[in-house]
Each structure stands twice: as C-alpha cells, then as structure tokens.
C-alpha cells in the first residue's frame, strides 16, 4: 500500500484499455472518494447490485451495506466495518476482506465478500479506495448449511448416546426439546404425548412457553393442529406459515405464543403413536428438507428409548404379578393350617354349645356349668375371630398408609405362630422333624409396615423349611447392633453353593424347578428396602443359612398407656340401626344392647335401612360390609354421609381387619370392628373417643 507500489489507473483515467478492462471485469468494482463516496463503478457492480448504470455514483459504502457484516464471522455494523478499513488503509496496515450483507431492490438478500485497498494519484497521494466485491450469497448459504449439518448430526448423535445410557425418559424429553430449539435456533419446542383416549396431546417437555404450560397444556390430536397432522398422518408436518394454512386453527398453544412456522414430527410410529416433537417460531420461515430429517431423528431416538421404557415397565408389571403369585401360594400353603385352627375353634364352639343345650334341659340347669361353658364358648369363638384376622393381615401385606411401630419379638412370635402348620404338621406328616424357636428380646422396635415385615419373614421361613428335606433346626432370632436391629432367620439345612447365593436375591431365580417363583427372596430384598433395610446371607453347602435382615431401630418412645379405655359407662341411650343380612346377627347385636338401655332396630338388607332411616333419626348404624343383593355397606355408609351426616357409621365385618383405616374414614365409614366381636368391641365403636 504504499507509494512504490504499482499505480492502479483509475477509470475515469484516460487509458481506453484499461478503462474497458475495469469495465468488463466479472466482478463488482468501484473506487470512492477519500470520504468514501463512490465515484465510479462497473458494469459488474450494477449488475451484482441490481441497481441502473450509474446508480451507485454518489452513494456512501456504508450506507449501502444496511445489514450486519462480519469479519471472521465475528458480526459489526457495516459502518463500523467500513470506517475501521478505511483506517487501516489510511495507517497502511494490513486488511483482509469482509462479508457484508446487501438488500437487493428485488427483495434478494446478497451476501457480499468485500475488499478494499488504497488508491493513490500519479504523485503517490492517497486520494480514495478502491473496492472489489463478489457475489458470495450461494457459497455462504452452502456453508452455513453444512454447518448446520454438522450441528445436526453433533446433536443427534450426542442425543442417541445419552437414549443409550438409558437416562429417565423425563429427562430425556427435556433434553430432546432443548436439543431442537438450540439447532434449529427457534424460541419454541415440544415434547407431546397422545394421551390415553387418543384426542389430546399433553406439553411433556418443551422450551420458551409461558409458566405452568409444560405438563398442563393440551392440544387437540386432530388436523386442525400441525402436531395432531403430523400424529395422524405419520410424516413431518413442515409449515413455513401458519397464515397460509387456514385449517390450522386448533392449537391454543400456538396462537398464544404467536407461534406462525414450525415442524411437528411423530415420535413412535402411526400404528403405535407415543406422541409428537416439535419446533415453532414467531416468524414466518422457510425450513430446509434437513431440519425436518433432524428432527425426525431425534424423534426416532426417542421414540426407541420410550418404547424399551414401556417394555421394562411390562416386564415390571410381570413381576409383580410374580409377586403377587408368590404370595398367593403361602396363603395357599397357608390355609391348610388355618382350616384346622378354625375347624378346632368351631369343634369346641359346636360342641360346648351341645353342652350348653343339654345343660338347659334338664329341670334345674347346674349355673356354674352354665357360665363355663359358655364362657369357653365366648373363648373358642375369639380364638377362631383372631385365626381369621391373621390370615386377613397377611393378605393385607401392601404398605398403605403410616408406617407404624414394629416390636420385633411380637413380630417374630407371630410369624412363627402363622407358619406354624407347615413347619409342624406338614413337615411332619413327610416324616421329618423341624423344630422352629423363637429368641428376641422384648422391647426391641423398628418402624414399617407389619404385614410386609410378616410376609418377608415368612418367605424366609418357607425358603427355610425347603432346605430342610430330613428336618432340622429354624431359628428366628433379633439383636441390636448399635443403632441397627438385626434379625435373623437361621435354618441347619442343605446351604446354597457360593453361585447360588450370589444369585439368590434375583428376581426368578430358583433351584427349585417348577416347585419355584424364584421371587421370594426379591420380595425380601424389596420389602427391607422400603423399610431402609438391609439383606445379607451367609451360607455353605451343608452348613446351613443365615438370611440376615437389619433394620434402623426405631427411636425409645414412652410407653404407651396400656390402660383400657373407661368403659361406656352412663352414656345416652342410642337409637341404633343394625344391618346384617344374617338375622340372628342383627338380634344378637339387640341383646347385647339392650342391657344398656339402647334401642336396637335390626335390617337385613342396606335398602331396608336406608327406608328405615327415611322414617325415623338414629344415632348410629352398624353394618355389615356385603349385604347380600342389592347395595352394599360401602355404599349404604356413603349414603348416610351425604344424607344424615350427624348419624355415626360402624363397619361389623368379617372382612375387618383387611380394610385399613384410612379407606374406612374415606368411605365415611367411622369404625370398623372385625367379626366375630366382643360385645365390648361393639360397644366401644358405638360411640366417639371423647363422648366416653
Ligand atoms: P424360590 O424359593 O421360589 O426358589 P427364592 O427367591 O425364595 O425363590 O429363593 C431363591 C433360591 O435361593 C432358591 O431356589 C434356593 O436355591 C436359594 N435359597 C433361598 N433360601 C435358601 C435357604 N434357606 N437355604 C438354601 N437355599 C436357599
Ligand atoms: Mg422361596
């Protein structure tokens, strides 16, 4: 750029050759003045401009470079960009060319590659600049398109990769919508899932809507929205205008958000929709084929990992009903042993009340056999009450509601006492002895759930009496160490091989053949989980096995008062209404009451009781759970909730101690008593806590 350097002529000059040469060169050329006017351009710089011959004479460069323009890609005004090259001109320092962006009168948007250098007179003067530009548009575009390529694929790639490490689907949605609306550079995208119904797709994930519509917002699943489009037909629903499109009305979500082009891509296939991803923008825009191909992909990598994730939860819906099955078969073992605590219950109940019988016909009944006898009658029955709510509480073995306090040795005894029948009698009548002992300190807690505690128990124990096939020794015994309760189930039988225990705890394995679920032990495993517990098992072929439950201990609590509620005594009198569709139950219940003054009415049927309590108030109505034909207690109590809500609803069931308590209170159920009752029982849930 300095003096010594060849002359350029310029064209105003008086050389004709080189004067046409300017003219003729492909290129656009002009020179400026040293303010930057342009004083003379070619016929190729008109013709690239799309201005008439001589129309840029006069103009400033700068102003004609109205759009941003970029060095490097890095993006300034045009005028900055003009004013810092003539100054690097000026000081003789050394430029490259720049990109600047034109406006063409047509509405064609030019992309202009620019260089400029110094121009000097004959004395060696700088006296302007002399620009040459080229018409860059279609070479940028093809290079910004393959940048967006290989953002495209950057992106799909580093989405699949993370499908295969098998991150939660939620998340995987989430980074799907942030995915799509970064690459594709849009303010809006979605992840919509079809819902059940298959009219509604529901917002799952998305970016740019306004607060509280990711997880609430619907659209409809139909044609009039471009995400149900794409749904029912199954190909990307590429739209550059909404406007353009007038059945497009459906979506809500758009139209707030002034959404007016986008791309809606089914995820998952037509004949198994998962639902829809999409990407919208506030301004009109033509999408290239590629951007809908990229979000196709993204789509398809989230569609493969939704559909491993529905397979897993099939496989997890399996199990539990493995689960469930497994449970199953120990109430099944089970009951043989409960058939016979209950058919010695009915023995002494049927045959005492022989005796009480007998004892009444003769001329002067003896009152003291009177009272024993029917005293052990009272026993047996109770007894037989308490066989059945065991086996009720073991079927009730899911963990609603609170956790409660456990004591481990009640829970011990207990089981020991439920698996009574099989480690007895059965393995008895098999002809080898087991002997099972009970060794747990009292006063000794944890916090859970007693029915799931009992039934894990109880597959240890089952799992036990299987190791023993020529009898032994069960020991179920529980210790602290330090804040932790141990417990144990110790069996002197066949012991597991060291691969046999390594995969005990596995969901269906068993060495057992057919005989075996293989998921008692997973059960186990899953149950101390939940009560933040722990599983080791130590065993050796022949040495016997040691399952080894730990617990957090539960924190020192006062003791509980043990005392007795104070009996109802000098209560009001109460109209109550009984309904049993057992008549003698419905008499019985008036003869317990009516020593107390209360006035018992009996019904047999919930109909019969609803007429009755159209006719007459009562205080209080003791029902039975079913009720024969026609409607039930539950829905006779929901009746006298909405209907007579002062009366008190007690439930007298033999299904009492499989329902809890918090689906009772729901039910409008007040108290729910297990039948058989004592009459103490009956006359606790008459009346409230605090009434007493
Ligand atoms: P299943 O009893 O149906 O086989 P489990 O999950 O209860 O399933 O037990 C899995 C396997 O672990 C059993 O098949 C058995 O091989 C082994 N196992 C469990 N408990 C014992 C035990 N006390 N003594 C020996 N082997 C046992
Ligand atoms: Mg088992």
Known sequence: M???????????????????????????????????????????????????????????????????????????????????????????????????????????????????????????????????FADVTRERADQAQLAAKVAELTATSEFGHLALTGAPIQALMVEAATIVARVLAVEYSAVLELLPGGEHLLLRAGMGWAEGQVGTATVPADRTTP???????????????????????????????????????????????????????????????????????????LGSALARHTAEDERWAAERRGLESERLSALGQMASGVAHDLAQSLALVGGYGQVLCNELERRRPDRTTLRETAAIIVTAASDGGETIRRVLRFARADEVGQASRVEVADLLHEVARLTAPLWRNTSQAEGRSIQLSVDAPERMAIVGWPGSLRQALTNLVL???????????????????????????????????????????????????????GLGLAQVFGIAERHRGRVAISSSPGQGTTVRLSFPAAVEQEPASTEPSPRARGRRRLRVLAVDDEPRLGRMMALMLKRRGDRVFAVTSGEEALERLVAEPFDVVVSDLSLGEGINGWGLAEQVRRRWPQTRFVMATGWGAAIDEATARAGGVAVVIAKPYHQSDLERALVDDDER
């Open 227 to 301: 995400a149900g489009s794409a749904l029912l037909d199954g190909v990307p629903m590429v739209v550059n205008d909404f406007g353009a499109e007038p059945r497009l009305v459906g979506s809500a979500l758009l139209t707030s958000h002034e959404a007016v082009a986008g791309i809606s891509v089914i995820v998952g296939s037509a004949e198994k929709p998962f639902g829809v991803l999409g990407a919208y923008t506030t301004r009109r825009r033509t999408f290239r084929h590629g951007e809908a191909e990229f979000m196709t992909a993204i789509a398809s990598t």
């Open 463 to 517: 799992n036990a009496i299987d190791a023993l096939p020529e009898g032994g020794t069960i020991v179920l015994r529980s210790r602290h160490d330090g804040e932790q309760v141990v417990v144990e189930v110790v069996d002197s039988g066949v012991g597991m091989a060291a691969d046999v225990r390594a995969r005990a705890l596995k969901p269906f394995f068993t060495t057992k053949g057919e005989r075996g679920t």
């Open 2 to 132: 300095k003096a010594e350097r060849p002359r350029v002529v310029a064209a105003t000059g008086t050389d004709d050759r080189l004067a046409r040469v300017f003219e003729t060169v492909p290129d656009g050329l002009s020179t400026l003045d040293t303010d930057g006017r342009i004083t003379s351009a070619n016929a190729g710089a008109d013709a690239i401009l799309g201005v008439p011959p001589g129309g840029l004479i006069g103009r400033y460069l700068k102003d004609l470079l109205r759009q941003v323009a970029s060095i490097d890609g890095e993006q300034f005004e045009p005028a900055t960009i003009v004013e810092r090259y003539e100054r690097a001109i000026a000081a003789g320092e050394p430029y490259a060319g720049f990109h600047g962006t034109f406006d063409r009168a047509d509405g064609q948007r030019l992309i202009l590659w620019m260089k400029l250098a110094a121009l000097h007179d004959s004395t060696g003067e700088r006296d302007g600049i002399v620009a040459s």
